[in-house]
């Protein structure tokens, strides 16, 4: 089951540039938001902080209930383990097989469940189980996305974060890859934050969050079109 996430008044500032002004925002449990926005934004800070990557100047971030912000390190760590990031660019480990590179994040960890198994489960679930040998310098730029997907799955997060997730791929890989993306955060029960600027990829979201200079502007609820009822409907 997915997780609510809730910022109040959250602030951060790199050097001389805010990059978030006091924003807050709430998410309900398993729904999928689309940030929207230029660059800068405050679209990634906004991933970065609720990921736990950076912390805030001032604010609170509560995350299923536990304010991230004031977690020791270990609870930094143990949180961290529940949270699914995908990124523009992959962040494959080249020396590593597709299923090597799904496997990594659990491998130094104790699991209830087999890893490989669950792997072999993903890989099948993005449609690359008969590449789960392979490296990742033989797969195009959509399959190594896909490939990153189940990576961040592998540990059944109840939070997914995507950080400009198609940005590096053409629009029908990255509707393939969003339309992946509902799919499976449907099917798992996930809470998905998503940065983009393509207003056709975040059409597949429950709501839209449009951001600038580092504010929230706008938060729009959306109904899903037929065409995206039908797309997700065919992936399932």
């Not at 729904?31 to 736990?52: D, E, Q, Y």
């Not at 950076?54 to 991230?68: F, H, K, L, M, S």
């Not at 960890?109 to 072999?120: G, L």
């Not at 990742?136 to 974060?161: E, M, T």
């Amino acid at each position: 089951m997915g997780v609510e996430v809730s910022l109040r008044s959250v602030t951060r500032k790199y050097a001389s540039a805010m990059a978030l002004d006091e924003v807050s925002l709430d998410v309900e449990p398993g729904s999928a938001v689309a940030l929207m926005g230029p660059s800068g934004a405050g679209k990634s800070t906004l991933l970065h902080l609720v990921g736990a990557m950076d912390p805030p100047d001032a604010g609170e971030i509560v995350v299923d209930g536990e304010r991230v912000h004031d977690l020791s390190r270990r609870g930094l760590d143990r949180y961290r383990r529940r949270i699914g990031f995908v990124f523009q660019r992959f962040h494959l480990l080249p020396a590593l097989s597709v299923l090597d590179n799904v496997l990594a994040p659990v491998l130094p960890r104790r699991v209830d469940f087999d890893r490989r198994a669950r792997a072999m489960e993903l890989l099948e679930a993005v449609g690359l189980a008969d590449r789960a040998s392979a490296l990742p310098s033989r797969l195009s730029g959509g399959q190594q996305q896909r490939v990153a997907i189940a990576r961040a799955l592998i540990a059944r997060p109840p939070l997914l974060l995507a950080d400009e997730p198609t940005g590096n791929l053409d629009s029908a890989t990255g509707h393939e890859i969003v339309d992946l993306l509902l799919t499976l955060r449907e099917e798992h029960g996930m809470t998905m934050l998503m940065a983009t600027h393509n207003p056709e990829l975040a059409a597949v979201c429950d709501r839209v969050v449009r951001m600038k200079d580092g504010k929230v502007v706008s938060d729009e609820r959306l109904t899903p079109s037929q065409d995206v009822l039908d797309r997700i409907g065919r992936l399932g």
